[in-house]
């Protein structure tokens, strides 16, 4: 009989353990999503624990409760914004639907929102769909795509110092002023200056035209690219006229030399 009440007393306590610690247990902390990303920040979004609803197949349908703090100085009219959702693997497998409107500076407000999953959501993503005028400004400059070509084809292609491959090539600008900027073996290096407004779209096209080089050129192993006249080359040394003065250079410091085709002068 002892026996058997120690017993049902360890299993007691065990059922007591296990209980403390469930009614102990930390809920996971609220995802938090703050927009813009970067610069001032303008609302604050808490999402609690997701609730499964229902499900069929692969579908499944979820509810969490949504806290949206203003964090700006004036009042948010109205904004939209699209809840794009991810598993674990950063793949996206579903999407919802959120609405704020009249959020005075420091309101909160409280709501619950749906999402529709193919998974376990692991993390978020807020895209902003409708604005109000005065949020345009916070919304990410707007890029246009233009084609950008040169005569010759196949130079190489940077955009504000940025190597952005070879012509022709589609690339992606934003509003403002930029500096496309061209190069191939056997021509001159050329900038093309590029401004895009806001009110552009996409489907425009620049075309640069190499003009031809008229010197030979050095590449040089530390970096550096001369452009001269190759005087003579032997096993051991090249010898350059760079701007009407000779230079000699160490075989050894010549990467690559590039001549350029010239008459035989006349007799």
Known sequence: ??????????????????????????????????????????????????KEISSTGKRHDYTTDVTAENLWNKKISRAEFALYVFDKAKVRIGDGWIAISDVGPGGVVKFQTGITASGTIASMELVPRSLPTELQA?????????????VPQGAELKIDGTPAGTTPKIVQVTPGKHGLTF????????????????????????????????????????????SGDVQS???????????????????????????????????
């Not at 000779?246 to 006349?266: A, G, M, T, W, Y």
Request: contains cysteine; glycine residues 10%; aromatic residues 8%.
């Open 1 to 50: 009989m002892r026996a058997y009440r120690l017993a049902t007393w360890c299993i007691g306590l065990a059922i007591g353990l296990v209980l403390f610690a469930a009614g102990n247990a930390k809920e996971p902390p609220p995802q938090v999503i703050v927009w813009p990303a970067s610069g001032q920040p303008v609302v604050r979004f808490s999402f609690g624990k997701f």
């Open 138 to 150: 916070f919304l990410p400059p707007k890029a246009i795509s233009i084609t950008v070509n040169s």
């Open 183 to 226: 190069s191939k073996e056997g021509f001159n290096s050329g900038t093309f200056p590029l401004e895009i407004t806001p009110d552009d779209v996409s489907g425009g096209s620049v075309s640069y035209e190499l003009g031809t080089s008229a010197h030979d050129t050095l590449e040089l192993r530390d970096g550096s690219v001369l």
């Open 233 to 267: 080359m032997s096993a051991t040394e090249v010898v350059v006229r760079i701007g009407g003065t000779v230079q000699h250079f160490s075989r050894n410091q010549v990467k690559r030399i590039v001549l350029i085709q010239r008459e035989p002068p006349s007799e």
